[in-house]
């Protein structure tokens, strides 16, 4: 996948966020194990609600800083950081500067 060809897809309960889908291509359901990866774009103030998932989330964050929430506290991503949220686990999401942030998403089973 050439960074060009990734399509926009919106992510359920995300605000202030464009998302672009690497793999699997928008519309293909994964293959072989259910690996998705995309990157989002977070505009100041963007993020996502406290929600949790199935799936373990890994985020790698290419540029700006994040907030990143689970159950009753916070910590701050910055440009290289990363973090791997287990399935089950609430998260959120803050861009809580007045810069884009941007962060590589990959979400598998575990």
Same mark, same amino acid.
Do not use: P, Q, W, Y
């Given at each position: 996948? &050439?960074?060009? *060809?990734? &399509?926009s897809y919106d992510?359920? *309960?995300?605000? @202030?966020m464009h @998302? !672009? &889908? !690497?793999?699997p291509p928008v519309g293909e359901e994964p293959q072989g194990g259910a690996l998705i990866c995309g990157v989002s774009h977070f505009l100041p103030g963007g993020g996502a609600q406290m929600k949790a998932s199935p799936r373990v989330r890994f985020y790698f964050l290419l540029s700006g800083e994040i907030t990143i929430g689970t159950n009753g506290s916070a910590d =701050? !991503? %910055? %440009?290289n *950081?990363?973090?791997m949220i287990p399935p089950g686990e609430q998260r959120s999401i803050l861009n809580h500067t007045n810069d884009v942030a941007t962060m590589l998403v990959v =979400?598998?089973?575990?």
């Open positions: 996948m &050439r960074f060009e *060809d990734a &399509r992510a359920a *309960d995300h605000f @202030g @998302g !672009l &889908r !690497l793999f =701050i !991503l %910055k %440009k *950081d990363s973090c =979400i598998a089973e575990e």
